[in-house]
Structure formats: structure tokens, C-alpha cells
């Protein structure tokens, strides 16, 4: 039961490179979020998806894309790097809804240069 | 709005001891309440949740925690702290209402022999 992958584990890229962190899950769960966790932040949402083709903003979007075109696919993408993304991405699940219990990833620590 | 407090920043116990992590929430009605434990560089496991029913909830990793809505807690307790629950914790409250999930601010562990 591999449950949920993110790839890629460790990225290091530069000011204003594009970069997609990969999600997939075998559960076949509806939702799915990405959060970034950040020294005196804690943990915040960036989007998430209540099915294929359903996205929708989290508390911290700017400067993030987000597809899915399979339930089972959830990639975040980096569209013009900067500093301030430097963090550690999180991909998470849930057949609970929004306010139901999130499943996680490993999670992807992103280096911005 | 929905909130959650967790009070203790950074908690240290000796092996063996018992552990309590506490947790209190603002929301109206009864929210959905979660404790997940995160490793250094992994990412969060579920370890327990509440629904509805007895307020009482059984984990894994032998932890445990008591709902109790007089004081709007949801606070974690262990009997015998091993040195492998090291770890940062997290309590969590879901809220049908708006759709809502939020983390608390975390509490970490130190666990000395």
C-alpha cells in the first residue's frame, strides 16, 4: 500500500526556474492539498482539489499552479521560482472532505538559489 | 472564526514518564479533532481523531486522547514515553461549517534517556 509519493524528495533550482513537485496517490481519495511548512508558520495551504479537474485556492497561491487531470495526480507547480518559496511541500489526502482527516507525503524540501 | 491553540512550544519528559500535549479549539459546534506526529524530515501520520461518540479515542503508538467539550480541549496523553516518540506534534480541528481545517502551531518533544 504505497499510499502517497511525491516526487521529487530533495530540489535545489534557481531564481526564476520553473519547477513541478509531483503527487500521486493509490487511495484514490477525492481531495487532495498541498501545504508548505515553514520555521514560524507552521504548516499553510496553497490549493487544493475536490476531484479531477476541481481546484481552488488556499491561503497562499500566489506565485503556484496546480493540475489535475487524473484523481490520482496532484503536481504543484513552480511557475517563476523565488527565495521566499524555499520550504518544505507537502502533498496530502482525504476521502473525509475538506474538514476530514488529511493523509500526507514524505514531502518535497525545495531550495531556491 | 475556527482556531486551535496548542499552549506548549516545546515539552521535555524523561523515558518512562507519562505525557499529556494539550490542545484547545474555538469553533461552536462539535469539530472534527485530529493529532498527527511528524519525525524530523518526514511527513505527518495520523496518529488519532474524533468524529462523535466516546470522547475517549485510542491511537496508535500507544497514545490516547480525551475530548472534552466543558473546556473545548482535545488534549494527548501517552502512559510511558519511549524515546522514539521524539517528535513535533500537531493537533488539528475540522469544521463542516465553512469547510474548514486547521492546524495548530505544533508542540515539540524531546524525550531524554
Known amino acids: 500500500d504505497a499510499g502517497i509519493t511525491q516526487s521529487p524528495r530533495y530540489k535545489i533550482t534557481e531564481t526564476g526556474r520553473q519547477v513541478t513537485l509531483m503527487c500521486h496517490q493509490t487511495?484514490?481519495?477525492?481531495?487532495m492539498f498541498w501545504y508548505r511548512q515553514d520555521l514560524g508558520h507552521g504548516l499553510r495551504l496553497i490549493y487544493y482539489?475536490?476531484?479531477?479537474?476541481?481546484?481552488d485556492k488556499g491561503e497562499v497561491p500566489d506565485g503556484y499552479v496546480v493540475s489535475r487531470s487524473k484523481t490520482e495526480n496532484f503536481p504543484l507547480t513552480l511557475e517563476s521560482a523565488t527565495r521566499s518559496q524555499t520550504s518544505v511541500y507537502f502533498c496530502?489526502?482525504?476521502?473525509?472532505?475538506?474538514?476530514?482527516?488529511?493523509?500526507f507525503g514524505p514531502g518535497t524540501r525545495l531550495t531556491v538559489t | 472564526a475556527q482556531s486551535v491553540t496548542q499552549p506548549d512550544i516545546h515539552i521535555t519528559v524523561s523515558e518512562g514518564a507519562s505525557l499529556e500535549l494539550r490542545c484547545n479549539y474555538s469553533y461552536g459546534a462539535t469539530p472534527y479533532l485530529f493529532w498527527y506526529v511528524q519525525s524530523p524530515g518526514q511527513g505527518l501520520q495520523l496518529l488519532l481523531k474524533?468524529?462523535?461518540?466516546?470522547?475517549l479515542v485510542q491511537g496508535i503508538k500507544g497514545f490516547e486522547a480525551e475530548f472534552k467539550r466543558s473546556q473545548s480541549s482535545f488534549n494527548l496523553r501517552k502512559p510511558s514515553v519511549h524515546w522514539s516518540d521524539a517528535a513535533e506534534y500537531f493537533c488539528a480541528v475540522g469544521a463542516d461549517t465553512g469547510n474548514q481545517f486547521y492546524f495548530g502551531t505544533g508542540t515539540s518533544l524531546t524525550v531524554i534517556p
Open positions: 474524533y468524529f462523535s461518540g466516546d470522547t
Open positions: 496530502a489526502s482525504s476521502e473525509g472532505g475538506l474538514a476530514g482527516e488529511r493523509y
Open positions: 487511495w484514490s481519495h477525492s481531495y
Open positions: 482539489s475536490a476531484a479531477a479537474d476541481i481546484t
